[in-house]
């Protein structure tokens, strides 16, 4: 799959910037240890390949999904090989007695990243799936970041999104959240993070989901109206990798915008899909109709599409990396903007939402709108955008 030229690009985002440091990028990971949590993921095993093909010391990979974490290493001993380097796999929950055994056991690692999260903005349909995605995204990285502090890490990196950019969904707020905590925690030990947009393809995407519809036979399904930034799940690996070796204290990393890097729809993206699979897209004018005939047009080369207008919660208007008040560094990499955070936060605040969520959860009762009230709270400006509807409502 040329996942470029389906994106409508013509040209990689960070050749030049990992051309420029390359060597600094790979003498710094010959001699570190390495943890990379939420390894299996889509972003979590890019950065575990850039990282493995510069022979690190040791490089350990936790993830929570047994089955994802078994590709990973059949997926890195195909392409990749060995290293001389101590390499190791452990399926666990970041959040856990188990991996707090791990972190006692082993001799520490240089550098700590976690790419764990609950991304979905469906997660915020229903009270219970919205709290583990605060347990995921917010009270994990508290205590995976103590664990690395303990241990003596150098660094601490862990990833953020675009929504966390005047947010407007819980995901993104969630994100946001996470950003304030690591600035309370970067007073005591060096942190970075990046925030970029949709990773092409990846695991659960809209994108990925053209696969599997396509490997069963069922229509597509995809938004007219909403463009997105998109890069590629490698592109992801490589900032991830720039932002934990080469961010000073604070930073956070983000793609430039320019003419690599342009607003897509969902639904131009999935008619340049099925082209490519020498597939001709039937747009369809209900879902009903795209379920009915799909059979019959497939079998004549054809494939059923149903485009739609997005009104789900959730839905940012537009994708934006950085606000206006936050100070901005265009000049050190060539495709890449640093966000030069002061270790802004307010104690109380975050303290404060500490104990309510401990509360709600020792309750073993919440409402979701409790959670809002809370996250309104906690972040400056914060506008959830509450329609009623979910993606879960779509095909």
């Known amino acids: 799959m040329d996942i470029l030229s389906l994106i409508d690009r013509q040209s990689t985002l960070f050749e030049s910037d990992m051309a420029t440091h390359q060597t600094t990028l790979s003498a ?12 299996a993921g889509s972003i979590g095993q890019a950065v575990t390949r850039e990282i493995f093909k510069r022979n690190p010391r ?16 059949r997926d890195i001993r195909s392409t ?63 205590s995976t970041l103590n664990h690395a502090q303990e241990a003596g890490a150098r660094k601490y990196f862990c990833v953020s ?20 905590f690591l600035m309370r925690a970067s007073e005591k030990m060096p942190v970075s993070t990046a925030r ?73 993206i999935a ?8 597939y001709e897209p039937f747009e369809c004018d209900s879902e009903e109709e795209a379920r009915l005939r799909a059979d019959e047009l497939i079998n004549d ?27 901005l560094d265009m000049k050190r990499f060539a495709s890449i903007g640093i966000i030069k955070n002061k270790a802004e936060y307010c104690d109380a605040q975050l303290d404060k939402f500490l104990v309510a969520i401990k509360n709600m959860r020792d309750q073993k009762k919440w409402q979701k709108s409790e959670i809002v009230d809370l996250f309104n709270a906690t972040i400056d400006g914060f506008n959830h955008k509450e329609t009623g509807k979910h993606l879960d409502n779509r095909m």
């Open 28 to 39: 710094l990971v010959a001699k570190s240890r390495f943890l990379v949590i939420g390894a």
């Open 58 to 73: 040791a490089l350990h990979a936790v993830d929570i999904s047994e089955n994802n974490m078994v590709e990973l290493v």
């Open 80 to 142: 990749l090989g060995y290293i001389t380097g101590d390499f190791r796999t452990f399926a666990l929950d970041c959040g856990s007695l188990e991996y707090h055994s791990l972190m006692q056991a082993q001799v520490g690692y240089d550098y700590v990243l976690n790419l764990s999260a609950l991304k979905h903005v469906r997660s915020e349909k229903d009270p219970f799936t919205l709290m583990r995605m605060i347990n995921v995204n917010i009270t994990n990285t508290i």
């Open 161 to 180: 999104t675009d929504k966390a950019a005047n947010p407007v969904n819980m995901m993104g707020g969630s994100k946001r959240i996470m950003e304030l």
């Open 196 to 268: 970029f947009a949709n990773v092409a393809f990846s695991d659960g995407s809209l994108l990925h989901g053209f696969n599997q519809r396509f490997a069963k036979r069922q229509p597509i399904a995809a938004p007219n109206d909403v463009r997105r930034y998109f890069i590629t799940p490698q592109e992801s690996g490589e900032l991830c990798l720039l932002s934990c070796l080469l961010g000073e204290n604070r930073d956070v990393f983000f793609p430039r915008l320019g003419n690599a890097l342009k607003l897509t729809r969902f639904s131009d």
């Open 271 to 278: 008619t340049r899909y099925l082209e490519s699979l020498g």
């Open 301 to 327: 080369h054809k494939w059923p599409v149903f485009f739609f207008k997005s009104n789900t919660t959730g839905e940012k208007d537009f994708e934006e990396f950085f606000t206006k008040d936050e100070t």
